[in-house]
């Protein structure tokens, strides 16, 4: 028989297991607190201009074994001769491709034996050349590249072999339904003007001379039109000191370049269908012309992109895939250049619901829907920049990208330091300004698809002009008139 | 409080003294200090249920990435119920206890942070990078799922359908996902190494609650399963978090190896299929020894890097840039119970081409069985093995699911520095003793895709 006692003891046990179960059990139930915000310090970008007008600009991050390399030659795209289009891309592709007193097949083999390859992107303002090497390989790198930046010789044979591997890269990419899809957008966008330029199709590369690529070399393959980043560890007087020894006597040359003003925001209803035979479904690319990053907008556009299409969570995503189940994806994101920017939309939904996805995307975007926003959701929006924001700095390439677009886009370091405090400054009345300014214009809208499939699903539309691939246009649907 | 000027200097000069102790001591007979890159710290250690957790903190950035891996994988799958493995990696999204449905992502997403997960055929990780001010997050996150998830019939059916929807989709967009999973049969021909890791729809929709518990309690069990977490944290404050969050958690029964794969060659090495979705002719061209002798895994992989890594190996240079017989090139080393194969992918304009493709590799793994390697053409395939290894352990996402994968396949983390300096050591002496082992005709496997 149990004493009293005894049993005393048992429920005691019993009381005290039960309640650290309970205890178990509570720190389950809810999301622990976060810790204090912790306070990001990104390595500074310190830069310095050599004698001969090249800027150098360095992110020192001692913990680093590679050092990440990249060229911003100041001049893209737009600054190919109207009448010569891809000139820039052509001149980008001939870096490497032979310097006096080296053949193309020894840069080659000096890079390779580096581990890696001079990779470059012309963009419309821009062209950058990025070469990540080890540590110890730098002294080698700038060799090269000084060899190959300043004694390019443009070799007849190498300029027709970059013309044609040109070629069938525009060919392969626009096989790509977003590519043609944003291609033309840029093209409706940047109608009469020079950015218009790099929206080519590949046939024009035929015209393009050996001459007109080493004037477009000259003109703008200068030190003082270009901006040299190096990331990893090195500090700016070791960085300036190397890199002066591979590039001091590149030459500087005055530049007649004028300021470009930017294209003007799109004002009419546009709605376009790029015919792609055979696309099993409906790709849809829609924007606008937005400010640049330099101007005071920018981070309450930033919180509003976030909060209209920025990731999964957001309210295109959630809308267009999770509550309607049109769209495989929904995004928005933007372009920026040095004095404008590209807002976008792109969304893959099915053919038949190509008309709802366009009306709820333009219903999502309309300034009377952002004005439904909360706090909330703006603290959200601003909660994911702000974590996010580290997280896009670790890769080295990353942090060195980040450190040519400050510098290039004059975009100043506060851009840079001061991300997170830029981002918390934002409330709901700057955005819901910034709104009123980027989503009142109409955007331009275009779906890319095969017309067979889509034809009959966009009807309603008062008006489509269907386009080819080429972006030639070959008629136009509009509604209740048979084609 | 503050401390007077004599004071701190004699805080300072105790310090100093302590200071130059610490660097007194001697090295341990034979140790080397580990080169840049690889001189992280590491901590491991077991809790009581058996959870291996590896912390390695590196705090350039206050970022901090926290991996669950589990041994578990198509391996552990039966005929019949393929793609339950692939599946489990769904319904972990799916809720559990404290945690509902998707809610998973959106806590992460909100906080900026990044997810994902994925599964090998015998391992499956789950991970999230956050700010290191979340991290507890990431943990609680982690430990609920594995405590408590979920698993419901509207849950279940949720995942199957996704998966469902997920296979019909990727046969559109990647029409030649197929022919990887056939290759995969052909060259592993055992069901359990060889069977497509996203299933079959009728083997999905046969899946039922029971199964998914039983695969669940057996494999996703602490015991079964190793967290690390890299980045920006405290140790010790990191320490009691994962003990609170996990050690709690009920060990499972002991999880037995796998069955090891048949090592005799299977009579079926070569195919040809004209019936698929492929826009371009195309194959799969494969070697497999059964075993490999000591340090021969370092040399395949050096091996691998020359003939078929990036835009300067030797295959892709004749095949892609030079002769342009070939669209597109992949190759790579892959290891399936202790069976390593090297396996190449090539896409031709057109069926001659594919041919002559074939040929032009045969030709190049012949000159590798004959001739030594450079050299230099070895110090570039180093240079290109040093930079990637050393960037996987410079970011914190990277380094973790190394560290959870070195320690699932059994590998001693405190070898890692070694280890990296064994494949810098390899010879072409070496990497002809292997390409002679390797390429020969019996341990070729290849599968021929002709555009319908």
Redesign the interface.
Known sequence: MRTPKRGRAVFLCVLLLYGALAAQDKFRKSPPLPDPLPELRLPPIESAVLSNGLTVAVVWKPSSTAISLQIVILAGESDSPPKLPGVASVTAHMIGRGAELLSAAEIENRIESMGGEIAAAVSLERTVFTFDVLEEDLDRALEILGAVFLRASFPEQAVESAKRTLYYDLVERQKDPEFVAKRQLLRHLFKGHPFRTATYNEDVLKNVSREDVVAFYDRFYRPNNTILVVAGNMNLQTASRKVSHSFNTWTPRKLEKTFLPPPDPNLEKQITLVDIPQAREATIFLGNIVPPATGPDHFPFMVLNQILGGTPGSRLFMNLRESKGYAYYAFSGADLYKNCGVFWIRARVTPETVLPSVQEILREISPAAVEKVSSFEIEQAKSFLIGNFPLKNEALPDLADRAARVRSFELGDDHWNRYAQNIILVNLERVLETARKVLEPPPVVVIAGDVRLIGDHIRDFDKVDVYDIQGNLKWTIKKGVDR | MTRSGAEMSAIRAVLGLIWAALLCVPKVSGQVAPP??LDFPMTQYRLKNGLNVVLSE?D????VSVVVAYGAGPVREQPGKSGLAYLMENLMFQGS??VSPMQH???V??????FNANTSFDKTYFYE?????????AL??E??RM?SLAITGPNLERAKEALVAEHR?RR?SEPYMDSFFLFDSLLFPDFAYGHPLIGTEEDLKRIDEADVRAFASAYYVPNNAVLCVAG?FAVEKTRELIA??FE?IPRGADVLPPPPPRTEPPADRERVVRDLLAPSPAFHLGFRVSRLQTGEARSLRILDILLTQ???SRLYKKLVKKERIALYLIGGVEERGGIPALRIFAISPNDVMADLCKKAVAAEIGKLRTTLVSE?EL??AK??F??DY??RM???LPRALFLCESVLSGESLEDIPEEFGRYLRVTPMMINGLANRLFKPENAYSLDLRAK
């Open positions: 840049k890159g590196d350039s950035l206050p970022v206890e404290n992502i959106n806590y997403q909100r906080i900026g942070g990044e990078t956050v700010p290191s001010n979340q991290l507890a997050l609680w996150l430990s609920d405590a989709q559109t920006n609170k969050y709690t990036g835009k300067s230099a110090a570039k240079v290109l040093k930079g050393l960037d410079a970011r914190s």
